[in-house]
């Protein structure tokens, strides 16, 4: 099924990157919007169901057309820089100090880090649910209001482990570092380069 809406979602995220290219050389602009319309095609072929929404979803992967403009106008070709996902051209990620922010915050104070994870375009959305989720585990074990029922549950795990209980507490404080460690590895596999905005 197609999405309703595909063409006009297509073609007007592609006008809004020739605007954004409009400055460079027209052979170039030509084949860096070639590239990108076959990359938005493969996406779309992998999709299981085609409607707005996931079409909305690969663009959102893709980035702000300004954004993947001044990636793609470098003098790097665009196949360069790939997604290790699927290893399909994308956009270079660059950051500053939002996604610092997001980095260090995550691990001292989570829900301020995770909610300026959210807020930056420098991770798709797939990688901000997995870091919520990392370290939403220890945020939600650790909050008092859950306490009975992380008694409950973690209780009799916590006796049968004996001495080795304080590795299983120190693990599970460490969910944050390991949710900040998994922005900046996804960051820094997309070749981001730091700078300051």
Same mark, same amino acid.
């Given at each position: 099924?197609? !999405? ?11 006008? /809004? ?11 170039? /602009?030509? #084949?860096?919007? #070639? ?8 996406? +779309?072929?992998?999709?299981?169901? #085609?409607? $707005? ?29 790939? $997604?290790?996902?699927? !290893? ?10 939002? #996604? ?23 991770? $798709? +959305? ?72």
């Amino acid at each position: 099924m197609n !999405a309703p809406h595909a063409t006009h979602i297509v073609e007007g995220y592609l006008a /809004r990157l020739e605007l954004a290219l409009a400055g460079s050389d027209p052979a170039r /602009r030509a #084949e860096l919007l #070639e590239d990108v319309r076959a990359h938005i095609a493969e996406a +779309r072929a992998a999709l299981t169901e #085609e409607n $707005d929404a996931a079409l909305l979803a690969i663009l959102d992967r893709l980035g702000d057309p300004a954004t993947v403009a001044a990636g793609l106008a470098e003098d790097a070709p665009p196949s360069d820089i790939r $997604d290790s996902r699927n !290893a399909r051209p994308i956009a270079a990620s660059r950051w500053g100090l939002l #996604e610092a922010g997001a980095l260090l915050l995550t691990f001292f104070v989570w829900p301020v880090g995770v909610l300026l994870a959210w807020l930056s375009r420098s991770w $798709d +959305r797939q990688e901000k649910v997995v870091a919520t989720l990392i370290g939403g585990m220890a945020f939600v074990i650790g909050f008092p209001l859950f306490a009975p029922v992380v008694g409950v549950v973690l209780g009799p795990i916590i006796g049968m482990l004996g001495g080795a209980a304080p590795v299983l507490v120190g693990t599970i404080g460490a969910l944050p570092l390991a949710s900040a460690v998994y922005l900046a590895v996804r960051l820094g596999r997309r070749g981001a380069a730091f700078a300051i905005a």
